[in-house]
């Protein structure tokens, strides 16, 4: 048997950077480990939500996300490697998902983390899942719900590009969690978005209800790409119908 060139170097690339084109494994349950800042973190996310209404029966799911996190501190301070540790104790069992969300602190001035930086972090942390046995998942950054003339101020646009590149550098899952949550909060408007708001004046985190709504547009628009996971989610035709719709939930 004879490897051409081409071939032989691919097979290297995916050896080194694990396969991104990890299948699920029909039949079994899955493990969800959420990584990402405060809009994914307990208080204020849509982690806990995703957690308590969307995971069918048998399969499960960890909510690591961190209040303040950029791509640089996840990793940094630790979280990164709970993550892949959890990876290899749910593998064999579980098709593991990661999700990986990030942008709205990197964005900041402080963050010291740079727009080329901040999209190589993604791609590393979506390939060590993958090679770690897992499949990973990057989200566009949850938009914020400040308003201005009537619409949504887009303000993670570039963080949202950044993220799709990484995802498509190598072909890993993506969804875009940043234009459908600004389309749906564009859709119902500024009164009826206040009513997610952790504070009255915080339009970025989300208070508990806010938490179950977004988990479930999480949830929405990783079944409607993954058909697959909708064998391990739990439905919630309600929620989903009004999002469809641009409605208030
Ligand atoms: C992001 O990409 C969209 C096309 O999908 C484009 O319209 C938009 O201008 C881009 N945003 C930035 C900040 O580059
Ligand atoms: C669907 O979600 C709504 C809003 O959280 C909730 O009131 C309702 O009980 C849920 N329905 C099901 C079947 O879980």
Known sequence: MQFTVPLLVSYLIAQTHGSPLISPRAGRPAYFLLTGDSTTAPKG???????????????????????????????????????TKDISTYKDKYNVYVTIQFGHNDQKETSGVSLAQYTTNLENFASEAAAAGAIPILLTPLTRRV???GKVVESLSTQRNLTITAAESKNYRWI???????????????TAASKYNLASDDWTHLNEY???????????LLVSKYPEIAKVTKANTTLSAALAAGKPA
Do not use: C, E, P
Request: no cysteine.
């Open 45 to 83: 996310g849509w982690g806990d939500g995703f957690l308590s209404t969307t995971i069918a029966a048998g399969s499960s799911a960890h909510n690591y996300g961190h209040s303040g996190a950029t791509t640089a501190s996840f990793r940094a301070g630790g979280d990164w490697n709970k993550v």
């Open 147 to 149: 308003f201005s003339n």
């Open 176 to 190: 875009d969690l940043n234009m459908a949550s600004q389309n749906y909060v564009n859709a119902i408007g500024r």
């Open 210 to 220: 806010g938490g179950v709504v977004f988990a479930r547009l999480v949830s929405d």
